[in-house]
């Protein structure tokens, strides 16, 4: 099975740098993505590291460590609009595991 | 486009009563895939269609889930009879064939059992 650990909130305020990590154990591992969801709404695809490395996507980057199973997303330049939960979802070869994700707050 | 419809939005029941989700996916994308999220968790898969197939089933508690998707395109969950447990977001998402990382999600149906 899949396990995940990412932290459960994050505070920041407008205009700083976020960092999420995602730790995970599984087997059949093909790659993490990264999901956003605001409150009551629909989680929605951000970034999808299927190599080692970053991937960079106008203000969110993520990176991957396979042989550290562990990745992580970047959030940089926050506004407030990025005040939402952010999971990371392991893929193996026909399906994606959630973590349980983490809430970001951006203050004023 | 249009994205992922489902319906309703929301829905409260008695337990033991029988409820009903719909999902449209995005058109042309073949697989379907229908989520319970609890909250404060993350989306838990219950349920992957590839096309009219339900190839993975093995999270749906099927002695009072079932699902379908006769047709290949618009999909059913149901739950009878439901129970208070039940109380979460069930959510639909879909995605064209073998693109698992990139999934695209309804706005779920909140549903409250009571």
């Known amino acids: 099975g899949q396990s995940l650990e990412q932290p459960s909130e994050v505070t920041a305020v407008e205009g700083a740098i976020v960092q999420i990590n995602c730790t995970y154990q599984?087997?059949?591992?093909?790659?993490l993505s990264w999901y956003q969801q605001h409150d009551g709404g629909a989680p929605t695809f951000l970034s999808y590291?299927?190599?080692?490395g970053l991937e960079e996507t106008g203000r969110f980057s993520s990176f991957l460590s396979r042989s550290d199973s562990y990745g992580y997303l970047l959030l940089q330049e926050l506004q407030m609009k990025d005040s939402a939960s952010y999971f990371c979802?392991?893929?193996?070869?026909?399906?994606?595991?959630f973590g349980a994700g983490t809430t970001v707050t951006v203050r004023a | 486009e249009a994205g992922v419809v489902q319906s309703p939005r929301y829905k409260i029941i008695e337990k033991k009563q029988p409820v009903a989700f719909w999902c449209n996916p995005i058109?042309?994308?073949?697989?379907l895939y229908w989520y319970r999220q609890n909250l404060g968790q993350g989306p838990e898969l219950l349920i992957r269609y590839e096309n009219e197939e339900a190839v993975d089933d093995s999270q749906l508690p099927k002695d009072r889930f079932s699902a379908e998707r006769l047709k290949g395109v618009d999909s059913t969950l149901k739950i009878q009879p439901a129970e208070l447990g039940d109380s979460a977001v069930y959510l639909c998402a879909s995605s064209p064939s073998g693109l698992v990382e990139t999934q695209y999600f309804g706005p779920g149906t909140r549903l409250l059992v009571l």
């Open positions: 599984t087997s059949g591992f093909y790659g």
């Open positions: 058109s042309g994308h073949n697989t």
């Open positions: 590291n299927g190599l080692d």
């Open positions: 979802a392991v893929r193996d070869d026909y399906k994606l595991s």
